[in-house]
């Protein structure tokens, strides 16, 4: 199968059980073994100095040593530690088992109840545990070197606050050996008030997940006290209990002593500028009006008079509203004087304040590919009307407009809309009510914040709560409007693609790609916590373990893809059939298992014998041809009461499985049934 074969050393005394071993691992169809042996211990290592091999298969009982001692001789050569070395021994003993994996072996197995499928799929997971332990060890010395490289202080707490590790920066900030910082609380090494402050940060984080960011002073190695950023977050072990904190530290004091220098010069600046801008505005008002009037045919004198006019015969309406011929004679004249003011407005109104040229080597923003739907949430309908206006060359770009929170979603429920661009301070709540009730509601809708109100203090504080973007109303216009919309929605769509790249890499996790069950990984996680939910609360839990049978045939007459139809089939008639409680699962080639919940052993074997029926009966169809296929399956209940562990539940349904092959295959043995 374009497969190396794989080296197995047997160290066993026993020819008998060195034939067996041989015989079991030659009649796995997935895979070619190359066989050494050895009678002792001694042996054994000798011949592992000499070749490297794949597998250990180690007796427990040798000439010269048992095998916990052969284990401990391996142990001291850093070259045997990645090699997998599986333990048999004649009669289980709980005691020999522990030793053993303690000792160093990566699996324990019984002779008497040894089988093909144990065997073989013991050994290549065996292989498989020691390939992953080496990754494993391989991403610990890649992040230990890369904390030690980082140059902000890093330090690590167990779940009372004692530090339980650091890098050299925080060695070196500190000027305290590693050695002396273990062990220690931090408000023993920094200033009494910030000590106080950790160890409340603590105890917050014992409460409630997340992570903390505060920032107060320590000690440094002089004795001084330093303005630090202190990151801390906590991290919980695999029953939810928090297990210890991990956190960083960020020296700020000459930061935030420039900080301070720039403040003050800003405030400066800012003072000058401020009646440097004042005298030009008034400069510049005075002179656009007086282009304005000329554009429009008026002059000042020309305006001022009939405006003059207007004022004085409003008085003199005041003063005679006795007299009604005086009375028609001043609302003529008021009628005159706003019409000319009128006039000269309407010429004013057709006169472009600007026009924007664009210069050779000016960037030209891009044009929108398709149409959007943008939702303007202000309660001023003017601010809208602009930005209406500011997108009209700008491609398909609908602009729909509210003037609250509760009508916002009523348009987002019955229309489709692409962005929302909306002020902070709206009636009904601000922009910080609108985005919590989005995230409470499972929207998800890019949302943009144009305000006349804050500075880059809010700003940060909008971006932070989930908005994408933040711009000024007093610097907004075209190309800044359409900058912002279309970074909320490169954004956004960026987000959605790594969310369901998020999804996609959990699916594939515990899932099994070929048939969409789950995988063997999440069945043993959740064999392991429906065990622990049964012996809570007292409930009935049994499994099933089922196997097809001479799948191999499938395979060797018709081929793989003919093999991964059947599987496929297989897996769906299986998921159809169970429960919507019950777990099924892929277990590893042709083999199945499922998790039968709130159920006695009886009615599982029932259940299981239910679906043999099924099965039997299924014709599967592939290119023409018509396939059927049987199952053998065996059944074990749990028994809280018997302190059975995982190993010895799946090693009872795997029994059962084997006495139903035993027997004819084709049937469903429950544990303890002949």
């Known amino acids: 199968m374009g497969k190396k074969p794989l080296k197995i050393l047997i160290i066993e005394d026993s020819p008998e059980d060195q034939a067996t071993y041989q015989r079991l691992l030659k009649e796995d169809g997935e895979r070619e073994y190359r066989f050494m042996e050895a009678e002792t211990g001694e042996e054994g290592v000798a011949i592992l100095r000499q070749t490297p091999v794949d597998c250990i298969l180690l007796d427990y009982n040798l000439p010269d040593m048992d095998g916990i001692e052969v284990l401990n001789e391996l142990s001291k050569d850093p070259n045997f530690t990645t090699t997998p070395v599986i333990l048999l021994t004649g009669q289980g003993s709980e005691m020999v088992a522990v030793g053993a994996m303690r000792s160093g072996a990566t699996d324990y197995l019984i002779k008497t109840v040894l089988t093909r499928e144990l065997l073989v799929r013991t050994v290549h997971h065996a292989m498989e545990k020691i390939a992953a332990d080496r990754v494993l060890n391989e991403k610990n010395t890649f992040l230990n070197t890369l904390i030690e490289t980082i140059p902000d202080s890093i330090f690590y707490k167990d779940g009372e606050g004692r530090c339980t590790g650091c890098n050299k920066a925080f060695e070196a900030f500190l000027g305290i050996p590693r050695e002396k910082i273990v062990g220690k609380r931090l408000h023993e090494i920094a200033a009494k008030e910030a000590g106080d402050r950790y160890d409340r940060i603590d105890h917050q984080l014992i409460h409630r997940s997340g992570a903390v960011t505060i920032e107060t002073v320590i000690l440094d190695k002089a004795g001084r006290q330093r303005d630090i950023i202190l990151n801390q977050a906590s991290y919980r072990d695999l029953e939810g209990r928090v297990a210890g904190f991990v956190g960083s530290m ?35 008002e005075e002179e656009r009006l007086k282009v304005l009037l000329q554009m429009a045919g008026a002059t000042a004198h020309g305006i001022i008079q009939p405006l003059s006019q207007l004022l004085e015969n409003i008085r003199l309406l005041e003063q005679n509203r006795n007299d009604p011929e005086a009375m028609d004679r001043h609302i003529a004249r008021v009628e005159t004087a706003g019409e000319r003011i009128a006039e000269m407005v309407r010429k004013i109104q057709t006169i472009p304040l600007f026009e924007v040229k664009r210069k050779p080597g000016d960037p030209v923003s891009m044009d929108l590919e398709s149409s959007i739907s943008v939702l303007c949430v202000d309660a001023d309908e003017s601010a809208c009307k602009r930005i209406r206006d500011l997108l009209l060359d700008k491609g398909d770009i ?110 594939m996790s515990t899932r099994d790609e070929l048939t969409g069950l789950y995988n063997r990984r999440y069945f043993m996680d959740v064999l392991e916590r429906e065990m622990k939910g049964a012996e809570r609360y007292d409930r009935k839990l049994a499994l099933g373990m089922m196997d097809l049978d001479f799948f191999k045939r499938i395979n060797d007459t018709h081929g793989h893809p003919a093999g991964d139809e059947v599987l496929r089939q297989v897996a769906g008639l299986l998921r159809e059939f169970s429960r919507e409680s019950d777990i099924p699962c892929r277990y590893g080639g042709e083999e199945f298992v499922v998790v039968i919940t709130d159920t006695s052993m009886e009615n599982a074997r029932l259940f299981c014998d239910r679906f043999r029926k099924k099965l039997e009966n299924h014709v599967i169809e592939y290119q023409g041809v018509s396939l059927r296929m049987t199952v053998s399956i065996g059944v074990a209940g749990y028994c809280p009461a018997s302190g059975q562990s995982i190993t010895t539940f799946l090693s009872q349904a795997d029994k059962a499985l084997y006495v139903a092959k035993e027997q004819g295959r084709n049937r469903v043995i429950a544990v303890g049934e002949k």
């Not at 800003?266 to 505005?281: D, F, T, W």
């Not at 499972?442 to 006349?452: C, N």
């Not at 504080?461 to 216009?477: H, N, T, V, W």
């Open 250 to 284: 960020v020296d700020i004091t000459e930061r935030k002593a420039m900080e301070e220098l720039l403040k003050k010069t800003a405030r400066e600046l800012s003072k000058a500028n401020c009646q440097i801008v004042q005298q030009h505005e008034a400069v510049i």
């Open 398 to 507: 609908r602009v729909f407009h509210v003037r609250d929170l509760g009508d916002a979603f009523e348009v987002i429920k019955t229309t489709g809309v692409d962005i929302i661009l909306m002020d902070h301070t709206l009636p009904g709540g601000t922009v910080f009510d609108f985005l919590t009730s989005m995230e409470s509601k499972g929207i998800d809708i890019p949302v943009a914040v144009i305000t006349g109100m804050g500075d880059d203090m809010v700003a940060s504080q909008i971006i932070k709560s989930g908005a994408y973007d933040y711009l000024a109303k007093a610097r907004l216009s075209r190309e800044s409007l359409f900058r912002v919309i279309s970074n909320a929605l490169e954004k956004h769509r960026l987000n959605k693609e790594m969310r369901l790249a998020v999804k996609k890499m959990t699916e």
